[in-house]
């Protein structure tokens, strides 16, 4: 067996083995949110309930308090979503258009604040909203999902504007078009995929963070999603088990169907650059 041989089975080995890593607590989620009470005190000894029931599903999507969680996660998500594209594009637009000195330390800064965790700056970031007076307001989560978002939807939308001939461009130019003009009415349109994948992807990061509406919203009315679940994970009891594993599921259901549905069009996007001529 040759060496390239070996080194792909190892590869499939190891992400089969990360897979497996990564499911088997989603499928014990799985297992507990089909129970009814009594079966939840079995714990590990029956994985697979013997009567499984959707009752709790329909427990939590029945309250009231549960949709509105769900509908604030959604609106802060999708808005934070949008201002980061929305500031991304014309940065990602100059970065792949004009040729300035430190182009690339721009893009690599970028690379390095998305490394940054927001609980680095959470403490100076309670401080400064409480200073302008926006603690509990919806704007000021949507303002932080939007900068963290930022950076990422720089880099995916530079590869898809990368992707665009200049020749396009040039043409347009040349009829007098000017640079405004030229982005929104030939570069846009022809990088709505990348756009839709940068907007999917910051949406998707949005709906998953935690510390910034849980330091920035104390009001129960306004808490997201990942919030409503932690606050409720701390009063849960055995018998309630069953309820927060449905809650979870229910909570990750939006992301899991958006990556299953749109991962091609994605991945189309991510490598567009790549792939050009």
Do not use: H
């Not at 994985?47 to 949709?67: G, K, Q, R, V, W």
């Not at 609106?75 to 990602?92: E, N, Q, T, Y």
């Amino acid at each position: 067996m040759s060496a390239a041989r070996t080194a792909d089975i190892l590869t499939y080995v190891a992400l089969i083995a990360l897979g497996v890593f990564f499911a088997v607590p989603f499928a014990w989620l799985i297992s507990l949110a089909l129970r009814t009470p009594a079966e939840v005190y079995l714990g590990a000894a029956r994985f697979i309930p013997s009567e499984p029931t959707l009752a709790n599903f329909a427990t939590i999507l029945s309250d009231p308090a549960f949709l509105i969680y769900l509908w604030n996660g959604l609106k802060l998500s999708a808005a934070g979503g949008g201002l980061a594209v929305a500031l991304a594009i014309p940065a990602a637009y100059a970065c792949s258009r004009i040729d300035f000195r430190g182009r690339g330390a721009v893009m690599v800064s970028l690379l390095a604040v998305q490394m940054i965790s927001p609980l680095v700056i959470l403490v100076p970031l309670y401080r400064w909203m409480n200073a302008l007076d926006l603690l509990n307001r919806d704007i000021s989560v949507i303002a932080i999902y939007g900068a963290l978002g930022m950076p990422l939807a720089v880099w995916l939308l530079k590869v898809a504007f990368d992707a665009i001939p200049r020749e396009l461009e040039e043409a347009a130019e040349i009829d007098g078009a000017s640079r405004v003009d030229i982005l929104m009415r030939i570069t846009l349109p022809l990088a709505r995929p990348g756009i839709a994948s940068a907007f999917i992807l910051a949406m998707v990061m949005n709906w998953s963070q935690f510390l910034i509406p849980f330091v920035l919203l104390e009001r129960d009315a306004d808490w997201p999603i990942s919030v409503a679940i932690f606050n409720f994970a701390g009063s849960v009891s055995a018998s309630t088990t069953q309820l927060l594993a449905a809650a979870c599921l229910v909570a990750v259901l939006p992301a899991v169907t958006i990556f299953v549905l749109l991962q091609r069009m994605i991945v189309s996007a991510l490598i567009a650059g790549a792939v050009k001529g």
